[in-house]
């Protein structure tokens, strides 16, 4: 049995809404990082399901490329966060004021 494309389209689409939701209502720099995750799980799924409804490699290439960038991405935000976890002892993007020491 063959899901068809659509399916995967839909499920990308309630993924990348979920991860738009969790970025916009979260506090949290943790759980914004997650989201973004998520949006870019959400589109390497989307880009995948055309690459196989399309027999090509492309969006397979482009996953791998995506996946590479989220992998760094995620290196230098949990960096960055645990350096300002540091200094400001705490995680919330709300108490979290650069331009004011």
């Known amino acids: 049995m063959i899901v068809p494309t659509s399916y995967y389209l839909l499920l990308g689409g309630i993924l990348f809404v979920i991860g738009v939701v969790g970025v916009l209502s979260r506090?949290?720099?943790i759980v914004i990082l997650m989201s973004i995750e998520l949006?870019?799980?959400?589109?390497?799924?989307?880009?995948?399901?055309?690459?196989?409804?399309l027999n090509?490699?492309?969006?397979q290439i482009f996953v791998f490329f995506v996946m590479v960038v989220a992998a760094a991405e995620v290196a230098v935000g949990l960096a960055l966060?645990?350096?300002l976890f540091r200094t400001r002892e705490?995680?919330?993007?709300d108490e979290i004021n650069l331009m004011k020491w």
Do not use: E, K, P, Q
């Not at 949006?39 to 409804?53: C, G, P, Y």
């Not at 090509?56 to 969006?59: E, I, M, P, T």
């Not at 705490?90 to 993007?93: E, F, K």
């Open 39 to 53: 949006m870019l799980n959400a589109v390497n799924l989307t880009f995948i399901a055309f690459s196989r409804h």
């Open 56 to 59: 090509l490699l492309d969006g």
């Open 90 to 93: 705490s995680v919330y993007v």
């Open 81 to 83: 966060i645990v350096a």
């Open 27 to 29: 506090r949290d720099a």
